[in-house]
């Protein structure tokens, strides 16, 4: 009931605005306010109640009295809302929808600053449409008629297409001395939705005498209108047992804060803008050098951290798709379980953090840190002061935090490669035309590379280190063994240069993982798999579980030198703990980063700055940049080259000199092993020149050609249709998934007789894996069918078929990578407008 009457109260205020609006405040008579309110008001709002209700919930909150049942008195307390507290609800922006001001900040939608006594000052406030779909500002008002507010652009219906943004004026002319405080309140429709709604904002303006100003406080340093309320007092939650421990270690290396600069959005309205100027867009606007590394990549990465937090803050709770979230005791532990009812929640990793208020709870908020994560539900682990009250189903508002560990690294090995010295390895001069390099002849542990000579050449360059400082780059299109051939390379300095010690890098856990099973025949005791405490342990393979800082259910990071081993294992990100322990520049003789284009290049160097000893040291880089790219959420830190990896910035400075790379330095791999030529055919003519040569056994490359569901025999590959809602997302498309559930039938039970493990389901989204990994439970026999997003597939590959997911607008690399990662057939369900995709791919 009480819910109710506030509907029937906002709606009421709501009436007051549109009466105070069409200059009709005065009106007493009740007849006619009905008219109105029947006639007028309601035809142009969500309002269904009737003027009763109306009446009915703002007398029961004092704000309305009626006299003799027929005439109506609007009480002056109807003006004065709650501005000290006003929810959040209220001042969040919504729907896409994000307001901001260029020389302000929000705190908890309330900007604040000081005035000239009879001097007009103005608020530019900036309203940008993140969204997908065209948005309309169809009114905006100052409410409670503050005399010395006024609006100085006052519009109506204004459109604001999708990632663009309209400005509207404040002005603001003192006459007496004093605080005054107006209430912004504008109203927005998207094109398909009903009804419209609101975002609030407040504009507290202080009119000083000289002396008073040099007395007050600033009132300018305020925070994000998302930072929690400073009245709120926030009860800390229970660690994971190994997070509390290291939490407690000593770090012999300090890591900052870094955090995002306050006047970020300053430069962002500076780069949309052309009429405004911020020093800083000259650095992000000029190449990567040494004078300007730091500096120009500290700003990407500030600009990159603020739309994550963007993007984080979406999924909080309340939200378009639930509108609270409820908590279980776990029954085994002093842990609550949070489900996700709507599938909408960003990616959690053990370690995380989020805070909760229970619904209607105003002063307290509780962190809770993440013990595990499943399908759509995540342990959580509180402090005693949400323990004592909480009650199974109880009703809670979510806030999602960004886990800022890994821009802090990144921030501190951009100061670290230029403090330390790598400015050789990570701007080598360009090769000159080198005299003929003395190479080793070298015993191979895998025969085969004997007859590839490409990949054996560049085992031999490693070996010699050719290209030293700078970076020895391994260009391996997709099948063509550059994972093998870093594998050789390994062996063989292990082997001629014993006293060496190797970090092995990759982007992901399950690139790394691939490289150590690998290594494990030659290698196994001189290997050391170094896992993040984040990891969970259910996700090692228990090949290399002996092999790695597994110790119980925990994983321990190696404390001094003497902990490791010759060839150390781990992500780049994980890599970053080195620095962080103190281990010495220079330990490390070796660097590998397998899969490097993914990489950006902040993260790229997280295991050479403060590591590598630039003149001893010898850096190896594979990958291919004509596929996966690395993932940029920014727009504007991708265009000013966030999205550009080490490995792509040095195949630059290496191009090809009469028409051959200089074997010096890098080395292209040209035998392709995997894919029939059908698949190979459009990749190599658009990405790689014609030159990769067709390879795969013939006898399984051709296994599965003559599938009796194929369109064309001998043409493997199939293209699948699947139309879906112009507005829905590919990640909740359950016809695709319904689809890719029919080609894996066929595969398994049709004559063909497929395996499940020959099997792969490639999909975009990490969300999009897990529907697909749900349904592929209701079917049986397909235990060992591998289904993941691309990165995940990074160095594998499945002998016979790939199943593919794709979103029609996927990039050119993702949709290439995904079309060769398979040997033989390939099924794609894509939405029609797939020959789109087909036509930007250059």
């Not at 409410?143 to 519009?155: D, E, M, T």
């Not at 890719?740 to 975009?764: F, H, Q």
Request: charged residues 25%; proline residues 6%.
């Amino acid at each position: 009931m009480k819910k109710l009457l506030r509907e029937y109260r906002d709606f009421g205020l709501e009436f007051y605005v549109y009466l105070e609006e069409t200059r009709r405040s005065s009106l007493r008579d009740r007849p006619t306010l009905n008219d109105i309110y029947r006639n007028e008001f309601r035809q142009n709002s969500r309002s269904g109640f009737p003027f009763s209700a109306i009446l009915y919930g703002l007398s029961r909150f004092g704000q309305v009295r009626v006299k003799h049942g027929s005439t109506v008195i609007f009480l002056k307390k109807i003006c004065k809302l709650n501005w000290s507290q006003p929810t959040r609800v209220d001042i969040a922006d919504k729907n896409g929808i994000e307001i901001f001001s260029p020389d302000h900040r929000f705190k908890d939608g309330k900007i604040s600053f000081r005035a000239d006594r009879n001097t007009e000052h103005t608020v530019q406030l900036y309203i940008e449409n993140t969204g997908l779909e065209t948005a309309w500002l169809m009114d905006h008002s100052l409410l409670c008629g503050v005399a010395h507010f006024s609006l100085g652009n006052q519009h109506h219906s204004l459109d604001i297409a999708p990632k663009s943004h309209i400005n509207i004026v404040v002005k603001y002319i003192p006459s007496k001395r004093g605080v005054e405080t107006a209430m912004l309140a504008l109203e927005f429709k998207l094109r398909n939705s009903f009804p419209s709604f609101y975002i609030v904002r407040f504009i507290e303006a202080e009119c000083l005498t000289t002396t008073g100003a040099e007395d007050t406080p600033n009132l300018l340093r305020s925070h994000p209108s998302w930072t929690p309320p400073i009245k709120f007092t926030i009860f800390d939650g229970q660690l994971p047992e190994e997070f509390l421990k290291e939490k407690k270690q000593t770090k012999k290396v300090q890591l900052l804060n870094y955090e995002v600069e306050d006047n970020i959005n300053n430069l962002i309205l500076a780069l949309k803008n052309s009429a405004i100027y911020d020093q800083r867009q000259t650095t992000l606007q000029s190449p990567l050098s040494i004078s300007n590394y730091t500096e120009k990549l500290r700003l990407l990465l500030h600009l990159e951290e603020h739309q994550v937090e963007r993007d984080v803050r979406k999924f909080n709770i309340p939200n378009d798709d639930q509108q609270e979230a409820t908590m279980e005791r776990d029954q085994v532990s002093e842990l609550l379980v949070l489900k996700f009812t709507s599938g909408n929640f960003p990616v959690l990793e053990r370690g995380d953090q989020l805070l909760v208020s229970p619904v209607g709870e105003r002063k307290n908020k509780y962190r809770g840190y993440v013990h595990t994560v499943q399908h759509e539900s995540v342990t959580l682990g509180f402090g005693k002061e949400l323990l004592d009250i909480f009650v199974n189903s109880m009703k809670f508002h979510i806030e999602f935090m960004v886990n800022r560990l890994n821009f802090r690294t990144m921030h501190r090995a951009i100061e670290l490669a230029m403090k330390s010295g790598l400015g050789p390895v990570l701007f080598p001069e360009a090769p000159p035309s080198s005299a003929p390099l003395t190479l080793p002849d070298l015993k191979l542990f895998d025969k085969k590379l004997e007859k590839n000579p490409e990949q054996y050449r560049a085992v031999q360059h490693i070996v010699a280190g050719s290209s030293k400082p700078a970076p020895y780059v391994v260009f391996g299109p997709p099948g063509t063994g550059k994972t093998v051939t870093l594998v050789e390379a390994i062996k063989q300095i292990i082997h001629c240069q014993p006293h060496s010690c190797i970090l092995v890098c990759a982007h992901t856990n399950k690139a790394v993982d691939t490289l150590c099973e690998s290594l494990l025949q030659d290698v196994g005791p001189q290997l050391l798999r170094i896992y993040a405490k984040s990891h969970s342990p259910q996700d090692v393979p228990n090949n290399l579980k002996n092999c790695s800082n597994l110790v119980g259910n925990y994983f321990e990071f190696p404390e001094d030198i003497q902990d490791l081993k010759s060839v150390n294992a781990t992500t780049l990100l994980t890599s970053s703990r080195f620095v962080t322990q103190g281990f010495p520049t220079g330990h490390f003789t070796h660097v590998f980063v397998d899969e490097a284009g993914y990489a950006s290049e902040a993260t790229c160097i997280l295991p050479l700055a403060g590591l590598l000893h630039s003149h001893t040291g010898q850096v190896v880089l594979a990958g291919d940049h004509k596929q996966l790219e690395p993932i940029v959420r920014s727009p504007w830190a991708r265009k000013f080259g966030m999205g550009l990896s080490l490995l792509e910035r040095l195949m630059t400075l290496y191009q090809k000199t009469n028409v051959i790379f200089d074997n010096n330095f890098v080395i292209k791999l040209l035998r392709n092993f995997r894919s029939h030529p059908a698949i190979l055919e459009i990749p190599n003519k658009l990405f790689y020149n014609n030159e990769l040569l067709a390879r795969a056994d013939e006898y399984e490359r051709n296994s599965c050609c003559f599938f009796e569901f194929l369109p064309q025999k001998n043409f493997p590959v199939i293209f699948h249709e699947v139309v879906n809602k112009s507005s829905g997302l590919s990640c909740f498309n359950t016809a695709e998934v319904d689809e890719l559930m029919g080609y894996v039938r066929k595969l398994i039970n049709g004559k063909s007789n497929v395996s499940p493990e020959d099997i792969g389901i490639i999909a975009p989204y990490w969300k999009q894996v897990k529907n697909i990994s749900m349904a592929l439970k209701k079917y049986p026999n397909t235990g060992g069918l591998k289904v993941g997003t691309v990165e995940q597939f990074q160095g594998q590959e499945r002998s016979d078929p790939g199943v593919h997911s794709q979103q029609p607008y996927a990039e050119p690399e993702v949709v290439q990578y995904c079309c060769k990662q398979s040997q033989s057939p390939a099924d794609h369900c894509w939405k029609p407008d797939f020959r789109t995709t087909v036509g930007t791919v250059h």
